[in-house]
């Protein structure tokens, strides 16, 4: 059985299928389904749509399937299969789960890797803008519109992405574009590979100029969270041999002056990793579940000034943890004002076993909720 590459998102979902109308969960059941196919299944499957063109679920399997496609697949078969149920799905429903799904399965690359098919590119690019005169401001089909193109006409996804005011998207682009991504797996949302002609061509230059000179909360932020994640990946698989982070490590100083809150800039890698080591990856984890894996509490102590005025309650924090169980990051998000600082001293102190995912430690976010509660006079 070929293992799916699931993101940690996807990992938090159940795995119960869902009935009608298909939810993420369903359509992330589809997808492990449709990795683990045989041949012989695959075949039954098109056989299927061929008698049910509108069996979205059907397609969505034989997607998954064909990201990896087995040893000795005729490509050419595979590519011709990929564009044809693509280019359904885009055509008849553009806001289907599966383009909000995470995972590249529905992208069409104009170069980079084995399956990349630069006329089927063309054509699903000519098929979401449509869906997008079709269907003008629709938020929806625009992102998915951004993520199908950005890497084979980033001018146009600049465009949409203008217009829309979308400063985050704008500066995932601009930072890709820096990297010189040519796309991402089929099996997850990671950069696939970098081509050093893409980072010389002039929309590249531009987009390292914009930044540079940018000040916007938003761009700044998802700029150095792409430029250091994704070139963190590709230095530590061999696919980039430019050093981003003089660059990465600007921006995100920038980021971390606009956006001191942001937890996504806490977990950055700031430095090149080692070959074949990729960084960490952050998940989150529910505060019961995180709740089984603390070592060490410290007790809040209920502050005097709280106990005058009859002040009791639960004060829920948001609590990142590093890669040794410690607490890295704690930020109040609700709960009466006296009682927050005991409980940010408290929970600071506490640690956990560290926690891993394919066997490797990574950051968690989680939630602690500490109570108040007055003894009876």
């Given at each position: 059985?070929?293992?799916f590459l699931w993101s940690a998102v996807a990992i938090m979902f159940g795995s119960t299928l869902q009935a009608q109308p298909r939810d993420m969960k369903g359509t992330f059941n589809l997808l492990e389904k449709g990795s683990n196919l045989s041949a012989q299944d695959a075949e039954k499957l098109e056989e299927r749509v061929k008698k049910k063109p509108d069996d979205a679920e059907a397609r969505i399997e034989l997607l998954a399937y064909y990201a990896a496609p087995p040893a000795g697949a005729d490509l050419s078969t595979v590519k011709a299969a990929r564009s044809r149920h693509i280019l359904w799905l885009i055509e008849n429903d553009p806001r289907d789960e599966l383009f909000r799904a995470g995972k590249g399965v529905y992208l069409l690359h104009c170069a980079g890797d084995?399956?990349?098919?630069?006329?089927?590119?063309?054509?699903a690019e000519e098929a979401w803008l449509e869906q997008l005169k079709r269907n003008p401001g629709d938020a929806e089909i625009r992102r998915a519109a951004v993520v199908a193109i950005q890497y084979c006409s980033p001018e146009k996804a600049e465009q949409l992405l203008i217009e829309a005011k979308d400063t985050s998207g704008l500066g995932r682009l601009y930072a890709a574009a820096v990297l010189g991504i040519t796309g991402v797996s089929y099996l997850s949302n990671d950069p696939a590979g970098s081509d050093p002609a893409l980072r010389k061509r002039p929309f590249a230059e531009k987009a390292q100029r914009a930044l540079e000179e940018a000040t916007d909360r938003d761009l700044l932020v998802a700029?150095?969270?792409t430029l250091l994640r994704s070139g963190a990946?590709?230095?530590?698989d061999g696919k980039l041999d430019w050093d981003y982070t003089p660059l990465g490590n600007r921006l995100l100083a920038k980021a971390r002056n606009a956006a001191p809150e942001a937890i996504s800039l806490l977990t950055l890698p700031t430095t090149l990793p080692a070959r074949g080591e990729r960084p960490p990856v952050t998940i989150r984890v529910g505060g019961n579940a995180q709740q089984a894996n603390r070592i060490r509490s410290v007790p809040p102590r209920y502050p005097q000034r709280a106990r005058e005025l009859g002040i009791q309650g639960s004060v829920q924090l948001t609590v990142v943890l590093g890669l040794d169980g410690k607490v890295l990051y704690l930020h109040p998000d609700t709960g009466p004002g006296e009682l927050i600082p005991a409980s940010m001293e408290s929970v600071r102190q506490w640690e956990y076993r560290p926690t891993t995912l394919d066997g490797k430690?990574?950051?968690?976010?989680?939630?602690?909720?500490v109570n108040?509660?007055?003894s009876p006079k």
């Open positions: 059985m070929r293992a084995d399956l990349a098919d630069p006329e089927a590119s063309r054509s700029a150095a969270v990946i590709l230095w530590a430690p990574c950051y968690v976010v989680t939630t602690v909720v108040y509660v007055l």
